[in-house]
T-cell receptor, first 117, second 119 residues
Framework: AQKVTQAQTEISVVEKEDVTLDCVYE???????LFWYKQPPSGELVFLIR??????QNEISGRYSWNFQKSTSSFNFTITASQVVDSAVYFC??????????????FGTGTRLLVSP | DTGVSQNPRHKITKRGQNVTFRCDPI?????LYWYRQTLGQGPEFLTY????????KSRLLSDRFSAERPKGSFSTLEIQRTEQGDSAMYLC?????????????????FGDGTRLSIL
């Protein structure tokens, strides 16, 4: 079976602090994709990143960075110098070939990030 | 480049009524997905289409639910005889699978969702 665990329900930080959102996944497949989505109060899920299981290189995009470690089945997301506009619920998701045919996404329960001025 | 569009944004109805939601995907996207999201949870997969063919349905999709994508463009999701437990956000997403082979499927892009409230 496949599963995504986001143990942090809610994180509160003050603007300009760095924050890391944790994601742990389970799958027996060797080929899979991992995703992060942002859901602001407006409700739309905004795609942030997709990584495949064969690419463990960390990625940086502006203030965002992602740390993919297959050894610990984790795909953590760090926001550097957080801003109020980063306040949202962040979801980690998994899609594999064995269980989903790379179609449906299996989401974690999300981490609510509150950034105060 | 227009995104995924869903209508209506909000729907309030009485228990037992039928409701229908519409989703217009990104124009060149051949795959379309429906998810349901309840408060405090992540989205859960309901069903997906490749062009007009409905290829998979979740066990969450009871007989009261039906989805169509008649010409491979927009899709509708209908719920018959609504129940209190149907109250949720219904999300639509679309993606482009350029080769038709699942591994090449591009990331899913979501609409704003339709929030359903059952009185």
């Amino acid at each position: 079976a496949q599963k995504v665990t986001q143990a942090q329900t809610e994180i509160s930080v003050v603007e300009k602090e760095d924050v890391t959102l944790d994601c742990v996944y389970e799958t027996r497949d060797t080929t899979y994709y991992l995703f992060w989505y942002k859901q602001p109060p407006s409700g739309e899920l905004v795609f942030l990143i997709r990584r495949n299981s064969f690419d463990e290189q960390n990625e940086i995009s502006g203030r965002y960075s992602w740390n993919f470690q297959k050894s610990t089945s984790s795909f953590n997301f760090t926001i550097t110098a957080s801003q109020v506009v980063d306040s949202a619920v962040y979801f980690c998701a998994l899609s594999d070939g064995m269980n989903t045919g790379f179609q449906k996404l299996v989401f974690g329960t999300g981490t609510r990030l509150l950034v105060s001025p | 480049d227009t995104g995924v569009s869903q209508n209506p944004r909000h729907k309030i109805t009485k228990r037992g009524q039928n409701v229908t939601f519409r989703c217009d995907p990104i124009s060149e996207h051949n795959r379309l997905y429906w998810y349901r999201q309840t408060l405090g949870q992540g989205p859960e997969f309901l069903t997906y289409f490749q062009n007009e063919a409905q290829l998979e349905k979740s066990r969450l999709l009871s007989d009261r639910f039906s989805a169509e994508r008649p010409k491979g463009s927009f899709s509708t999701l209908e719920i018959q005889r609504t129940e209190q437990g149907d109250s949720a956000m219904y999300l639509c997403a679309s993606s482009l699978d350029p080769t038709g082979r699942a591994y090449s499927n591009q990331p899913q892009h979501f609409g704003d969702g339709t929030r359903l409230s059952i009185l």
